[in-house]
């Protein structure tokens, strides 16, 4: 079976400070994707990244960055200099290859304040 | 336009009523997802589509039933509402490549039963 953890429930940071929202996930598929979504205050859900399993490198997209680790089946999730705007609950997920379901964890919400 | 609407965008309704809430899309993607939000469960998946003639079973599907009138568009009814079906409702979309899948998410329903 698979599942998704994020132990953070909820994250108080204050404006310009990193954070980083871990994501730790459990499969028996050897190929699978990683998923990040978030989810400002208005409600909807925003496609941010999809990993796969077989490419372990790093990737940055402006502030945000994502560290995949095979090794201790992580996949986690850093904001540098955060701002008010990244206020937002974050979902981590995983789909199997070929695979038709998203498996959500339960969700981290981030505070940023000024 | 969004690619992805949901209508209606919020919905109060008393246990005992059948409800529908409409999904449709313009990104001309086969697959099509319902899921519901609970605070602190993530999302799970209520029902799915892969075609027309395609409907399949999610985690929770029990007091749901859904309908894929056309390629865009992909119906969840509630037959007989009840108070714990509460929840924030979100349609998603994808389109299988590379045998992988990501999948973007309507601006959701939010529903309350009384």
């Known amino acids: 079976a698979q599942k998704v953890t994020q132990a953070q429930t909820e994250i108080s940071v204050v404006e310009k400070e990193d954070v980083t929202l871990d994501c730790v996930y459990e499969?028996?598929?050897?190929?699978?994707?990683l998923f990040w979504y978030k989810q400002p205050p208005s409600g909807e859900l925003v496609f941010l990244i999809r990993?796969?399993?077989?490419?372990?490198q790093n990737e940055i997209s402006g502030r945000y960055s994502w560290n995949f680790q095979k090794s201790t089946s992580s996949f986690n999730f850093t904001i540098t200099a955060s701002q008010v705007v990244d206020s937002a609950v974050y979902f981590c997920?995983?789909?199997?290859?070929?695979?038709?379901?998203?498996?959500f964890g339960a969700g981290t919400i981030l505070r940023v304040k000024s | 336009d969004a690619d992805v609407t949901q209508t209606p965008r919020n919905r109060i309704t008393k246990t005992g009523k059948r409800i529908m809430l409409e999904c449709s899309q313009t990104?001309?993607?086969?697959?099509m997802y319902w899921y519901r939000q609970d605070p602190g469960l993530g999302l799970r998946l209520i029902y799915y589509?892969?075609?027309?003639?395609?409907?399949n079973k999610g985690e929770i599907s029990d007091g749901y039933s859904v309908s894929r009138q056309a390629q865009a568009k992909f119906s969840l009814s509630l037959e007989s509402a009840i108070p714990n079906q509460t929840a924030l409702y979100f349609c998603?979309?994808?389109?299988?490549?590379?045998?992988?899948?990501?999948?973007?998410f309507g601006p959701g329903t939010r529903l309350l039963v009384l």
């Open positions: 998603a979309t994808s389109d299988l490549s590379w045998g992988t899948e990501t999948q973007y």
């Open positions: 499969t028996r598929d050897t190929t699978y994707y």
């Open positions: 990993r796969n399993s077989f490419d372990e």
């Open positions: 997920a995983l789909s199997a290859e070929y695979g038709n379901k998203l498996v």
């Open positions: 990104k001309g993607h086969d697959r």
């Open positions: 589509s892969f075609d027309v003639k395609d409907i």
